[in-house]
């Protein structure tokens, strides 16, 4: 006797939450495929060296303004507004890069209707192909019919004796009433 014979204990509802099943993965799964992923990881690495960088800029920057501010023997907090008014301004464009979005937009929109009208022409040669298949199909049915019919009007005609059907089961009276009217 095998070690997996007999009754399976079937799984619980959170072993198999972490199941990969037949169907597509749960959301936290993907997501955690997604965070887990060298591309991501090396993104998020990135966006934090950046950060970092930026933080330690302006760390190093305050303490230069504080030590400058000791030893020219200036006010700290002057110092700083001075140092804030010569820094460029932010540049607020709400609509800066909107010509290029919408440009992409449009691609997207185009490209979209491209996909759907290849989708529908495959599904329209698909469909053209099954009905040629079965337009064939049928025909070699009823090729295959006709001649069954003809094998089976030859057997008759040779049960009957060589005689057409018609003829024999009209019988001797039935061929003079017909022609008396």
């Known amino acids: 006797m095998s070690k997996n014979s007999g009754l399976k204990r079937r799984a619980t509802f ?6 990969p099943g037949p169907n597509i993965d749960l959301p936290q799964r993907i997501a955690s495929l997604m965070i887990d ?9 990135d966006d934090m060296g950046v950060a ?3 933080r330690q800029e302006r760390e190093d920057e305050a303490r230069s303004v504080e030590r400058h501010a000791q030893q020219q023997n200036v006010p700290l907090s002057e110092l700083r507004a001075v140092i804030e ?9 709400p609509f800066a890069g909107q010509a290029a979005h919408e440009a992409r937009a449009a691609q997207q929109d185009i490209l979209a209707k491209l996909e759907a009208q290849r989708v529908g022409l495959f599904t329209w040669f698909r469909d053209s192909q ?5 337009e064939a199909s049928l025909l070699q049915q009823g090729q295959t019919l006709a001649q069954t019919a003809q094998q089976m009007a030859r057997g008759k005609r040779s049960a ?9 089961s009209r019988g001797a009276g039935g061929a003079s009433s017909s022609r008396g009217m």
């Open 14 to 19: 959170e072993e198999a939450l972490y199941l």
């Open 37 to 45: 992923s060298p591309y991501l990881i090396r993104q998020m690495g």
């Open 52 to 54: 970092n960088d930026l």
């Open 85 to 93: 008014s010569m820094r460029p301004a932010t540049q607020h464009d």
């Open 130 to 134: 099954t009905a040629r298949v079965s």
């Open 160 to 168: 009957n004796g060589g005689e057409p059907p018609s003829t024999r």
